[in-house]
């Protein structure tokens, strides 16, 4: 810490109870009344080095010798400033620091201590002393702390400007290259140089490593009130600072005075919050202020903020009744970013009596209307009548980089699953929320047959036609292997649907079948046309030992496929007795298909795989052997 010492003098006062006294030996004339204390001194060291008090002493001067008594109640800092006044006139060693250099340059100032009233006066010394103090971090830091206790005096003289300035400075300066200290407070630093710590500028500091990272500095001005945070954010922003950078200092300041940005979001908090039973901190009105002051503070660039930061910052806002602008503003900054956000913190519950349902839909809604607005991704174009892994993405769904619309389709899915048991949660509101998600965005249905299936579960009121609507959400083209066989036997789900999605399901397993059959013919060509080559002498080795390879994978294949194929029969019962009750016609026999090479395999698969019928027509068995897809006549 910087340090000035002034005066010669050894201490010449001593203090009874709220009386001060001077031990020059000289009966005093002169009582100066600051606040509850008393000074009694002598005229003549006062109205040589003060224009004030000359002038006030000059008002009361009498030819009788009486003592003047001398009021200074408004006296910047008060009596701790006025004793250093009094020991600077008396020639009294005194000493200056960071911590007084503000109070005792404004009180300079109030009593108008210039050069005129004698060389090397006090304004001219605390101004001296200033110029090191803003040389180093931590003396500004702390002087423009002190600056609160003596406003507005301290802004009229500069003090305040000038200590955000140096500040500033040092904040946006790279302190890999300039060594500024780094998250060192003097009330926590250590005050010697103990343990390898090493006296620079001003401070002790850790001599092991001068590396710093971007946020050395955020602990430091989180003590800073908010007024003044607020002009030295405006400063470093005006010096050029990162906006990552300033996102990051806001947030830690948020996280210091706004105590309920960490709390969970249960109700039971909720409701104690909104009371203010649990929160004893800093009144609610002053949160609010902070609050707004920080959304507009906060850089406007998408992505600077986390949207875990932004959402929590958006549920405390809701708790403390901010502003229709800061929580707006707050909702299209994470709608920008919305991909980003998870689950566990889009659920803002509803903290109004007169609310509906437990969780703010609205809010979300209106999260993804803006996320809607500014997506710009191209819909993609996909066919999605493909087997199960290449619905996931080609590769069984890991590997693959997902677009934020996929992100956002994949979170709103489940939100409505977790809101969906709320008996309060209209129909309609289910509707416009799920339907802002379009369908190129979800590579498969299985979240949003969920959140169906949950919501009539919860819903058992609704009427048929009700949940056909809702049911026309999802695609049933587009839900896997395991949904399909849920969906197939799910009683929640209106006939029509249940029929859709087995008509699906086996027109996409005849699809796969087929695959399989032309797939293994041509590796029976390969085959025979290798053994042509074995004859005339010109056989290949590595290709026979590729050919055998393949066709024991296949044949793993084949097995795997018709244990599903059983499966999923088994669970979905008789096909003729189904088909009946539904009022189709009976299925047609195969005349004359050749059977492929593997006989018994391909009996398997016949027996278990019933044909589908749709609008009355009827799947030939037949086109299944010649190894094509069924067709609906």
């Not at 300066?173 to 630093?189: I, K, N």
């Not at 339907?435 to 058992?460: E, F, M, N, Q, V």
């Not at 060509?525 to 056989?539: E, H, K, V």
């Not at 018709?562 to 088909?579: A, C, D, R």
Request: aromatic content about 8%; some cysteine.
């Amino acid at each position: 810490m910087a340090c000035m010492k002034l005066g010669s003098k050894s201490e010449a006062f001593h203090r009874d109870g709220h009386n001060w006294f001077c031990s020059s030996g000289l009966q005093s004339d002169c009582i100066v009344e600051v606040g509850e204390s008393s000074f009694h001194l002598h005229k003549f060291p006062l109205l040589t080095r003060s224009k004030l008090l000359e002038d006030l002493i000059a008002e009361q001067s009498t030819d009788n010798g009486t003592t003047c008594i001398l009021q200074l109640d408004d006296l910047p800092g008060g009596t701790n400033s006025f004793v250093l006044v009094a020991k600077f006139c008396y020639g009294v060693r005194i000493e200056l620091d960071a911590l007084n250099i503000v109070r005792l340059r404004c009180a300079a100032e109030y009593l108008g201590m210039t050069e005129e009233y004698g060389e090397g006066n006090l304004i001219s010394q605390t101004e001296n002393f200033l110029k090191e103090v803003f040389s180093h971090w931590t003396d500004s830091l702390q002087a423009l702390e002190t600056c609160e206790e003596v406003l507005p005096l301290a802004e009229e003289i500069h003090i305040v400007s000038r200590c955000i300035h140096s500040l500033a400075m040092k904040a946006c300066a790279d302190p890999s290259l300039f060594s500024w200290p780094m998250s060192a407070r003097s009330r926590d630093a250590p005050q010697s140089p103990e343990e390898g710590n090493v006296f620079w500028n001003g401070i002790w500091t850790s001599g092991k490593s001068n590396s710093a990272g971007d946020d050395w500095w955020y602990e430091d001005v989180s003590f800073l009130t908010l007024p003044l945070y607020k002009r030295l954010i405006q400063a470093v922003v005006s010096n050029g600072m990162k906006p990552e950078k300033v996102a990051g200092a806001l947030m830690c300041y948020a996280r210091r005075y706004l105590p309920l940005l960490g709390r969970q979001s249960s109700f039971q908090n909720v409701k104690q919050d909104a009371l203010g039973s649990t929160i004893k901190t800093t009144p609610q009105a002053d949160q609010r202020n902070l609050l707004e002051e920080i959304v507009e503070l906060l850089p406007d660039q998408k992505g600077i903020a986390p949207t875990k930061f932004l959402l929590r910052l958006l549920r405390t806002a809701i708790l403390l009744h901010a502003g229709p602008s800061c929580r707006e503003n707050l909702e299209k900054r994470i709608g920008a970013q919305l991909d980003q956000a998870v689950l566990e913190d889009l659920l803002i519950p509803n903290v109004g009596y007169s609310s509906e349902t437990l969780y703010d839909i609205d809010c979300v809604q209106r999260m993804l209307d803006h996320f809607m607005m500014v997506d710009r991704d191209d819909p993609p174009t996909t066919n999605f009548m493909l087997d199960e892994g290449q619905l996931l993405g080609g590769d069984g769904g890991g590997s693959q980089s997902f677009a934020p619309v996929t992100l956002v389709a994949n979170l709103i899915d489940n939100f409505l699953a977790e809101v969906a048991p709320d008996v309060n949660f209209r129909l309609a509101k289910f509707q416009s929320l799920a339907a802002l998600i379009p369908d190129y965005a979800r590579r498969i249905d299985d979240g949003i047959y969920r959140a169906i299936d949950i919501y009539l579960k919860a819903h058992p009121w609704l009427t048929d036609s009700e949940r056909e609507l809702l049911c026309r959400l999802m695609n049933c083209q587009k839900l896997s292997l395991e949904a399909s066989t849920h969906a197939a036997q799910n009683e929640r789900l209106p006939l029509r649907v249940i029929v859709q999605v087995l008509f699906f399901e086996q027109l996409r397993l005849r699809t796969s079948v087929a695959g399989w059959f032309y797939v293994s013919d041509n590796l029976e060509n390969s085959q025979n046309l290798a053994l042509t080559r074995n004859d005339d002498g010109i056989q290949e080795h590595g290709e026979e030992v590729d050919v055998r390879e393949r066709i024991v994978e296949l044949e793993k294949e084949c097995m795997s496929m018709k244990q599903e194929i059983e499966k999923l029969m088994k669970n979905k019962g008789s096909w003729n007795m189904f088909l009946r009750k539904l009022g189709f016609g009976k299925t047609k026999k195969a005349n004359g298909a050749q059977k492929p090479r593997n006989v018994k395999e391909s009996s398997a698969m016949e027996d278990s795989t019933t044909p589908l019928m749709d609008g009355g027509g009827v799947v030939d068995d037949g086109d299944r052997n010649n190894g094509k897809s069924g067709r609906l006549d």
